[in-house]
C-alpha cells in the first residue's frame, strides 16, 4: 500500500470511489452539506466549489448562486455532469477538471469558494488556502466542511497512526485546529467567521472564513511608502 499523499495517489483513490461515492457517502454528511449550502447561499453571487466531486452538493445552491465546479477527477466529474443534465441545474456555469492548488481562474473571481471533505484530502492545504484567498473577491466568503483533527492526546496519536490506511482511501485523519490558526494568521488576509461542529461524531465542523476587504499592508512595504 502506498503511503505518499500527493495527485496521482487521489485520482486513483477517486476513481475507485466515483461509482459507489453517492451511497457511501451521501447520508452521513448530510446536515454538514445542508449547512454549507446555506451559508453559501446567504452570500450568493459567482461561487466557485473546489473538489465539487459527484457533484452531490449542486443540487442544494440556490438560484441566488451562479456555481463554477472544479475536481482533480474526471470520473467523479462525470458524475457530476450527470446530475446536471437530469436535475436540470441551470444555475451550474461548468465543471472543469483543475487542480486546486493551481487554478486557472483571474485573481477575485468569485463571491464565495466553497470546498466539502477536501482541505484533508490535498497535498498541501495551506497552499490551497491561499490558492482560495487568491481567487475569492475582497469581502468574500470561504466555507469549508472538513474534518478537524485532535491538538493532541490519544486521539491524535491513533490519527497520526491510521493516515497512511486513510492515504490510501483518499484523505487524512489528522488535520489539528492549530494548523487553521497558524494558517490564518499566516494569511494576514482573512478572518475566522464562524466553526460549527458537524456530525458524524463533531469531528467535522462547518468553518467560515472572510477575506478582507482591503489588503493588510505589510511592515516593511508601510517603512518603504513612508520613505519614499
Ligand atoms: C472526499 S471527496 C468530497 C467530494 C464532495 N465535495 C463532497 O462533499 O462529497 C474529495 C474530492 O476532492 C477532490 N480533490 C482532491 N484533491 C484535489 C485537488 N488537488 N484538486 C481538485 N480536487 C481535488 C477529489 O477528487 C474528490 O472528488
Not at 55 to 77: A, F, H, K, N
Amino acid at each position: 500500500m502506498g503511503t505518499e499523499f500527493n495527485n496521482d495517489t487521489i485520482e486513483k483513490a477517486y476513481a475507485r470511489w466515483a461509482p459507489i461515492y453517492d451511497l457511501v457517502f451521501g447520508a452521513l454528511f448530510e446536515r454538514a452539506r445542508r449547512a454549507a449550502a446555506e451559508a453559501v447561499n446567504r452570500v450568493g453571487g459567482r461561487v466557485l466549489e473546489v473538489g465539487v466531486g459527484t457533484g452531490i452538493s449542486l443540487p442544494d445552491y440556490g438560484r441566488v448562486t451562479r456555481v463554477v465546479g472544479v475536481d482533480l477527477s474526471e470520473p467523479m466529474l462525470r458524475k457530476a455532469q450527470e446530475k446536471i443534465r437530469d436535475l436540470h441545474l441551470t444555475n451550474v456555469e461548468g465543471l472543469s477538471v483543475m487542480d486546486a492548488e493551481r487554478m486557472a481562474f483571474p485573481d477575485s473571481s468569485f463571491d464565495v469558494i466553497v470546498a466539502q471533505l477536501v482541505v484533508t484530502t490535498v497535498p498541501d492545504p495551506e497552499a490551497t488556502l491561499d490558492e482560495f484567498v487568491r481567487v475569492l473577491k475582497p469581502g468574500g466568503e470561504i466555507v469549508l466542511v472538513s474534518r478537524v483533527g485532535a491538538d493532541k492526546g490519544p486521539r491524535r496519536v491513533v490519527e497520526q497512526w491510521l493516515t497512511p490506511i486513510t492515504r490510501f482511501l483518499g484523505w487524512r485523519l489528522e488535520f489539528p485546529w492549530g494548523r487553521y490558526e497558524r494558517w490564518v494568521e499566516r494569511s494576514g488576509s482573512v478572518r475566522v467567521v464562524e466553526r460549527r461542529a458537524m456530525p458524524p461524531f463533531g469531528h467535522f465542523s462547518l468553518i467560515r472564513f472572510a477575506k478582507t476587504k482591503a489588503a493588510v499592508a505589510q511592515p516593511d512595504r508601510l517603512e518603504a511608502q513612508a520613505a519614499g
